[in-house]
């Protein structure tokens, strides 16, 4: 698979990925970085993962690190447990329309 991130937009294979409810971005982020917003193309290799963060301009990830081999990974995520909007002060922000959601 080939993986781009353009303006924020996350492609694999050339079609962009639906991700309004995992990917989360801040407009106002005053520590953007290049990689973060635009990266690639890169093409994962058999038997290794691009791994990104929910929190994409907080997230050291697979943009940073490379590749996860597939032996690294133990378990899959199934639910979202927890989900806040950590740009409203606790315990406000609380974003219940993703408490316990199951993730595809």
Do not use: C, Q, T
């Not at 050291?60 to 590749?67: A, I, M, T």
């Not at 979202?80 to 993730?103: K, M, N, Q, T």
């Amino acid at each position: 698979e080939k993986l781009e991130i353009r303006n924020r937009v996350v492609y694999v294979n050339d079609v962009p990925l639906k991700e309004d409810i995992y990917g989360r971005h801040d407009p106002d982020d005053k520590y953007r970085r290049e990689v973060r917003d635009d990266f690639g193309p890169v093409v994962i290799p058999d038997g290794k993962y691009f791994m990104m963060g929910d929190n994409r301009e907080n997230s050291h990830d697979s943009r940073f690190w490379g590749f996860l081999d597939e032996r690294g990974i133990i378990g899959r995520a199934f639910v979202i447990y927890w989900s806040r909007d950590a740009s409203v002060p606790f315990p406000s922000g609380i974003r219940f329309e993703r408490f316990a959601h199951l993730v595809e």
